[in-house]
């Protein structure tokens, strides 16, 4: 209940805290068709020089050709290399999917989190 009551806060007002955790996680990066082409556009790439060169396939859906249990390959001490032009799965995180790790990694959650428990919300 207190977490699904959270969700609804996050889906609301989260505020990303910039601590990159969700970045260093484990895990795919999938690309949509449009990400496709707009990361290629931001890397003055064709889509087919940006698939060879930063992807690959993962049961038939392209994600960033990266080890699996590594940090983000476009992850920098300064943040996202491609926060411009970064995946839909990027952007939509964690207002319209999380996994449950995040409630214990990401700092905006926590933050949020914190807040309805000293309101006692939630
Ligand atoms: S593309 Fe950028 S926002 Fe997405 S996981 Fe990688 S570093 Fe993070
Ligand atoms: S883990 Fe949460 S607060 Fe940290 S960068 Fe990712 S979305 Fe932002």
Redesign the pocket.
């Known amino acids: 209940m207190r977490r699904k009551f959270i969700i609804k806060q996050i889906k609301q007002q989260f505020e990303c805290q910039r601590c990159?955790r969700?970045?260093e996680q484990p895990g795919f990066?999938y690309l949509t068709p449009i990400d496709l082409e707009r990361l290629a556009a931001f890397y003055g790439l064709e889509v087919s020089s940006f698939k060879d060169e930063f992807c690959r396939k993962e049961e038939n859906e392209w994600v960033?050709d990266q080890p699996e249990d590594e940090?983000?390959?476009?992850?920098?001490e300064k943040?996202?290399?491609?926060?411009e032009a970064?995946?839909q799965?990027?952007?939509e995180?964690p207002m319209e999917w999380r996994d449950s790790g995040a409630f214990q990694y990401c700092e905006g959650i926590k933050k949020i989190a914190s807040r309805c428990s000293k309101e006692g919300k939630g």
């Open positions: 990159n969700c970045c990066v960033l940090p983000c390959r476009f992850l920098t943040g996202c290399e491609i926060h970064k995946p799965q990027c952007s995180f």
